[in-house]
């Protein structure tokens, strides 16, 4: 079967570094999206991933490894606004969606 | 620019009536348009995704359905709602292998089946 595993829930603080780990098993990989979700609203965009390397957008960087079957997403100098929940999503052979169940974040001052 | 817009946002339904999930797609042609559902402590389901006017292909075999009645029109309906049916209902849209291929979604409908 298809899976996405990510941690259900982390804590950092305001100002620090953060990692969020995905780890995937999928038929097939065409391409690795993160996706941010503040509570009870829409998932939007945050990375795309599809070669082995870092893809870095401001605090926000995203790491893939396609023979490892990993990614990371690092968020730098967190802000009490990056509290939500973080998706792990990858696109299998079918061009389809696996979703992972979501990292919720909570920044502490 | 592209919009999305799915209603109602939130809505209260008892067991076995009808539901109506409406969302329109604004400022591109022919997206994929996509209705999924989402549990608490679970990743996003895919319910159903079209490719085009009446092309519905349906994920999970359940007492919903959905129709595309015109390009950037996409609802998702059940004759009689059951108690599992509760949850955060998302209308997405995108453009299969343009660039990313990423989603976009609409606001959501919470929907609560008492």
């Known amino acids: 079967g298809q899976n996405i595993d990510q941690p259900t829930e982390m804590t950092a603080t305001e100002g620090a570094i953060v990692q969020i780990n995905c780890t995937y098993q999928t038929s097939g990989f065409n391409g690795l999206f993160w996706y941010q979700q503040h509570a009870g609203e829409a998932p939007t965009f945050l990375s795309y991933?599809?070669l082995d390397g870092l893809e870095e957008k401001g605090r926000f960087s995203s790491f893939l490894s396609r023979s490892k079957g990993y990614s990371y997403l690092l968020l730098k100098e967190l802000q009490m606004k990056d509290s939500a929940s973080y998706l792990c999503a990858v696109r299998d052979s079918n061009y389809q969606l696996i979703w992972g169940a979501g990292t919720k974040l909570i920044i502490k001052p | 620019s592209q919009t999305i817009h799915q209603w109602p946002a939130t809505l209260v339904q008892p067991v076995g009536s009808p539901l109506s999930l409406e969302c329109t797609v604004e400022?591109?042609?022919?997206?994929?348009l996509y209705w999924y559902r989402q549990a608490a402590g679970r990743g996003l389901q895919l319910l159903f995704y079209?490719?085009?006017?009446?092309?519905i292909s349906s994920e999970v075999p359940q007492n919903l359905s959905a129709s595309r009645p015109q390009d950037r029109q996409f609802i998702l309906s059940s004759k009689k709602l059951l108690l599992s049916d509760s949850g955060f209902y998302l209308c997405?849209?995108?453009?299969?292998?343009?660039?990313?291929?990423?989603?976009?979604f609409g606001e959501g409908s919470r929907l609560t089946v008492l």
């Open positions: 991933n599809v």
């Open positions: 079209s490719v085009g006017i009446g092309q």
């Open positions: 400022g591109t042609s022919n997206p994929n």
């Open positions: 997405a849209w995108s453009v299969l292998r343009w660039e990313t291929g990423e989603l976009f």
